[in-house]
């Protein structure tokens, strides 16, 4: 499956949560693993608790790790300006796996699953969501 949508770039934060509850209700798994990818390395998939002050202290967070008009060596090569939503990319991660019982994905009460877009311009994205039924009722432990 896959989630398109447009992002405004400058450290977008797009919640995701409710078409990854989609995407795995329309899968009939009811238990198993869902991974959430990214094929990019300016952007990322991670899990935060989606309100103000927590993408704000985030933000900040991620200024202080990887600075936007930091030196980079990225920017020296390809002259994008970008090469901070490389690093924030690497730091962040591209990937994210929950776990599903009962069809639903374990979440904690305010846990959302977001997608962050580091890169320096708006941008069409699409994330990979791959629905996996787990194989554990197959397994026999010795």
Known sequence: MRLQFS?????????ITDDVRQIIKDSGVDDGVCLIF?????????TIEYEGGVVSDLLRAL?????????YAHNKRWGDGNGYAHVR????KPSFTVPIEEGKPILG???QIVFIDFDNKPRERELIVKVVPSQMGRIKLQ
């Open 109 to 111: 009460k305010w846990q």
């Open 7 to 15: 992002t405004k770039g400058f450290n977008d934060i797009v919640d």
């Open 89 to 92: 990319s690497a730091l962040v």
């Open 63 to 71: 200024e202080t790790l990887a600075p936007v008009n930091d030196d």
């Open 38 to 46: 990214l094929a990019g390395s300016t952007g990322a998939v991670t």
